[in-house]
């Protein structure tokens, strides 16, 4: 993964001990060989059937949902979904916390859109041609000066009925801790007048506690944030979905609404303490 190159980007500080502690044995040493060998050669498989995504079939968006929960089953992930009821509203931006490349499909598996992702993910081997073929609007976190052309792509998108988005947090956590969300891409929702949906991701183990095994963070590269999905025992991701928010006339005011939402606070100025992980951030509640 790639690091911060300038002072005023958006970075996480988490690093090996976040990971250290979200982690769990993995098991025994044949049993791992084959959970990493069933899941590769049905990933492989499924491999071929991405162009149906790009195909304008009726009822594609609930062939995405499908396709979505499928690439997690391979990878040794189940979804849950909770919360309000998913509405089928044309024009809507959807935002949620950000821990990793996984969180593509498991929003997709709930309400598939177009992303808001790094422009270096259109590159990436298999998931670029997945990237590609849901329509990915690409931003340069090197080249900020362009984030305007962002949004108005993305309220363009807005208007036209579909369904965008976005991390508001510029960047990747480790899913025990978090960061601000950033108000700029609600500026689309309040451009093109349409609501937004906050959804709360979180990964856990099969006992319930949290995960980091499904994060992507610091010097991670892709093949080693794979490698340690592939690797573990089943993870399981809930997604609960949160109230509908209005967009109003003031991007800050709802970045702060839509992230008390995520974060499950009670009200956008609610003080917020909680225990540290690994690399000693707050843990998400």
Same mark, same amino acid.
């Given at each position: 993964?790639?690091?911060?190159?300038?002072?005023?980007?958006?970075?996480?500080?988490?690093?090996?001990?976040?990971?250290?502690?979200?982690?769990?044995?993995?098991?025994?040493?044949?049993?791992?060989?084959?959970?990493?060998?069933?899941?590769?050669?049905?990933?492989?498989?499924?491999?071929?059937?991405?162009?149906?995504?790009?195909?304008?079939?009726?009822?594609?968006?609930?062939?995405?949902?499908?396709?979505?929960?499928?690439?997690?089953?391979?990878?040794?992930?189940?979804?849950?979904?909770?919360?309000?009821?998913?509405?089928?509203?044309?024009?809507?931006?959807?935002?949620?916390?950000?821990?990793?490349?996984?969180?593509?499909? &498991?929003?997709?598996?709930?309400?598939?859109?177009?992303? !808001? @992702?790094?422009? =270096?993910?259109?590159? +990436?081997? /298999? %998931?670029?041609?997945?990237?590609?073929?849901?329509?990915?609007?690409?931003?340069?976190?090197?080249?900020?000066?362009?984030?305007?052309?962002?949004?108005?792509?993305? &309220?363009?998108?807005?208007?036209?009925?579909?369904?965008? !988005? @976005?991390?508001? =947090?510029?960047?990747? +956590?480790? /899913? %025990?801790?978090?960061?601000?969300?950033?108000?700029?891409?609600?500026?689309?929702?309040?451009?093109?007048?349409?609501?937004?949906?906050?959804?709360?991701?979180?990964?856990?183990?099969?006992?319930?506690?949290?995960?980091?095994?499904?994060?992507?963070?610091?010097?991670?590269?892709?093949?080693?944030?794979?490698?340690?999905?592939?690797?573990?025992?089943?993870?399981?991701?809930?997604?609960?979905?949160?109230?509908?928010?209005?967009?109003?006339?003031?991007?800050?005011?709802?970045?702060?609404?839509?992230?008390?939402?995520?974060?499950?606070?009670?009200?956008?100025?609610?003080?917020?303490?909680?225990?540290?992980?690994?690399?000693?951030?707050?843990?998400?509640?």
């Amino acid at each position: 993964m790639s690091t911060r190159t300038h002072a005023w980007l958006p970075a996480a500080s988490c690093g090996p001990g976040c990971i250290a502690a979200g982690a769990a044995a993995a098991g025994r040493r044949p049993v791992v060989m084959l959970r990493v060998a069933l899941r590769a050669t049905l990933t492989i498989l499924l491999l071929p059937t991405l162009p149906l995504l790009a195909v304008p079939l009726p009822g594609r968006s609930h062939l995405q949902r499908r396709y979505c929960r499928v690439v997690l089953r391979c990878l040794g992930i189940r979804i849950t979904v909770s919360g309000g009821p998913v509405r089928n509203l044309p024009g809507v931006l959807v935002v949620s916390g950000h821990v990793s490349w996984v969180d593509i499909f &498991a929003i997709g598996a709930v309400m598939p859109g177009a992303f !808001v @992702a790094k422009a =270096e993910m259109v590159g +990436w081997p /298999g %998931l670029g041609t997945l990237a590609r073929m849901m329509k990915v609007i690409p931003i340069d976190r090197d080249d900020l000066r362009r984030l305007p052309e962002v949004v108005r792509a993305v &309220a363009d998108r807005l208007r036209a009925g579909r369904t965008v !988005v @976005a991390f508001p =947090e510029g960047t990747t +956590w480790c /899913g %025990l801790a978090y960061g601000p969300f950033r108000p700029a891409m609600f500026q689309a929702a309040i451009d093109a007048g349409r609501p937004v949906q906050p959804l709360r991701l979180s990964y856990h183990h099969r006992d319930g506690s949290r995960s980091t095994v499904a994060s992507y963070i610091g010097d991670d590269s892709l093949l080693t944030s794979i490698r340690r999905l592939v690797t573990a025992r089943r993870t399981v991701v809930h997604v609960r979905v949160e109230s509908l928010q209005l967009p109003g006339e003031d991007r800050r005011d709802l970045a702060a609404r839509c992230e008390a939402a995520v974060r499950g606070t009670p009200s956008p100025n609610a003080a917020w303490a909680a225990p540290a992980c690994g690399d000693g951030h707050a843990l998400v509640a």
